[in-house]
Each structure stands twice: as C-alpha cells, then as structure tokens.
C-alpha cells in the first residue's frame, strides 16, 4: 500500500511536471504566432504604403499616416517645412491619398513665426487646421493647394504657377471618411511638387474658394440651392473646379455671362471683371489680380495670407 500511494504520488508528480512542460511550450509557441503576427502585420502595412514616382525635377512630401476607427472620420494635421533651400514656382502638384479620401489642402503659413515651438509635432485633428499653430495662423495661412481628391494632378497653364517660399511651412491635411462598419482605415497621404521651368513665370496665382453654410436639407429628400457671389476686384480665372459630398448631383459655376465651368478645370485664362459675379453652390479654383503682388478680400471672405475664401447666403 505505501508502495502503491509512493508510486502513484510518483505517477502524479510525473504528470504534473508533463502537464507543466505541455503549457510550458503551448505557451512558448503562442508567443512566437502573436510575433509572427506581429511582424507580417508591420510587413504588411509596409506593403500597403502608398506609392508615388518621385518627380524628376522638384521634390516629394509624405504625410505621416494616421488611423481612421469604423465608421467614422477624421481631419488629420501636420506641421512640416518644405526643403526647397530657395524660393520656387509650383506649376504642378501631384497627389495620391486613401482611397475615399473626401478632401486634401496644403496649406502654406505666411506669417512671422519662424520657432518650430510654436507649431505640434504629429497629426493633429481640426477642421482646416484652424486653431494649430501660431495665433497668427487663422489670419496669415494660404490655401496652396486645396479639396483634392484621392489622386489629382493639378496643372496650371504656361506662364502661371504658385509661389511657394524657400523651406516653406506648410500644413498638409487629410480628411478621410471610413464606411466600413468593422475594420480601422488608414488615412495617408504622399504629393509632388514640380516647378515650373525658370524664367517662364509671369503670373503668380492665388487660391479661391466660395461657398455656403447655409446647406440644409430635410431627410429623405433633394433640394436645390444657390447663391450669388460678387467679384470684389478684377480677377483672371485660371481654373475652376466644383466640390460637393457623394450625394450631391450637380454643382455648376455660370457667370451672368453664361461662361460655364463644370466639374473640370479651365485650360484658359478667363476674365472675371467688377462687379461680374459666379452663381454656384460650391466652387473653387485659382486667379491672379491684374496687380500680382494684390492681396484681394470682400464681403464675406475669412481673412487669408494670400488667395480668397468666402462664404456666401443662399439667394431667397
């Protein structure tokens, strides 16, 4: 009997140490799975980098990456400074960004504050940026290159094209809508700037944006809706484009003297004079004044470094 209780207590304590040793290496592999894991999840969001040829000439930006939860949005933020070590003339841009992506603006801060710390580090969320930055941003920040989609190549004519300062601070800002109900998105973004060739340049064009607030439409039904916007100098229309959300059917941009452009981009120069006007609901596009150097505002228009943004009441 003692015998049989040593060699059964024996028999347990043999299956105790297996059973430890069992656990021991399930729990080992599964460490090395979630690193596995791990390390194909990393391989695979490296994979999932969106790419962009580097232009020949001029330089190429990325966006630092930033997680979209399901079913929901985000307006993402950076601070950066351009490495262009002279001023330079954009003729081109070139973007690619998540797929969806409802808009892309490089915003350029013209103001005095040259102390990085003043500005923030990573991706910050804000609408437009407003409110990052030094306290002169609101007032002293220009829309470089503005509500892009998710690839575009913006284009300007001969002779024309954005100045952009030497080692410019510029805020690229991403805003990315996730439909999927479960899974997170990736919002990125990565752009060329390619300039125009020197001495070619001799207009310097500035960005416009007009539209409405007052957009309001009872569910489960369409509406239709309009506004009139007064040229507050003489303006050269470089190019036109419209912006609107996926439910939207139509945005037209007709002068009283019935010039349409519609969703697309004007390949000529067209003359916008005082007290011309745009009916639209939603437009934008570039200029120039007839004095190049004008910084150009209006009624209705937020006060901006350079270029022109307004907002305007529906016509009754």
């Not at 601070?79 to 969806?100: C, F, H, I, K, W």
């Not at 067209?270 to 004095?291: I, S």
């Amino acid at each position: 009997m003692e015998a049989g209780a040593f060699l059964d207590h024996h028999t347990s304590t043999i299956m105790l140490t297996t059973r430890t040793r069992a656990q021991y290496s399930l729990r080992m592999r599964t460490i090395w799975m979630v690193t596995l894991a791990c390390f194909a999840l990393g391989t695979t969001a490296d994979a999932k980098r969106l790419h962009l040829h580097r232009p020949r000439r001029g330089f190429q930006m990325r966006m630092t990456h930033f997680v979209i939860p399901p079913a929901s949005e985000r307006e993402g933020c950076e601070y950066q400074v351009t490495p262009n070590r002279r001023a330079m003339d954009v003729q081109s841009l070139e973007l690619t960004a998540t797929a969806g992506t409802h808009h892309f603006v490089l915003w350029e801060y013209l103001g005095k504050d040259d102390n990085p710390a003043d500005f923030w580090s990573g991706i910050k969320y804000a609408a437009g940026c407003v409110g990052l930055g030094p306290q002169d941003s609101f007032g002293a920040t220009a829309n470089l290159f503005g509500m892009q989609s998710s690839h575009a190549r913006v284009e300007f004519p001969p002779g024309i094209a954005v100045r952009l300062e030497q080692h410019a601070t510029v805020y690229p800002n991403l805003h990315v809508r996730n439909p999927s109900l479960t899974d997170p998105l990736r919002g990125e973004a990565v752009f060329n700037l390619i300039p125009a060739r020197k001495g070619t340049v001799r207009h310097h064009a500035q960005a416009l944006v007009v539209g409405s607030f007052q957009i309001d439409i009872p569910p489960q039904s369409s509406a239709s809706l309009a506004a009139v916007w007064y040229a507050p100098a003489n303006l050269n229309i470089v190019q036109l484009s419209t912006h609107e959300h996926h439910r939207g059917t139509l945005v037209s941009a007709p002068s009283d003297r019935r010039r349409r452009q519609r969703h697309g981009r004007a390949r000529s120069v067209h003359r916008l004079a005082a007290p011309d006007h745009d009916e639209m609901c939603f437009v934008t596009g570039y200029f120039y004044p007839d004095d190049d150097s004008a910084r150009v505002t209006g009624p209705g228009c937020v006060p901006q470094g350079a270029g022109l943004e307004c907002f305007v009441p529906n016509l009754p």
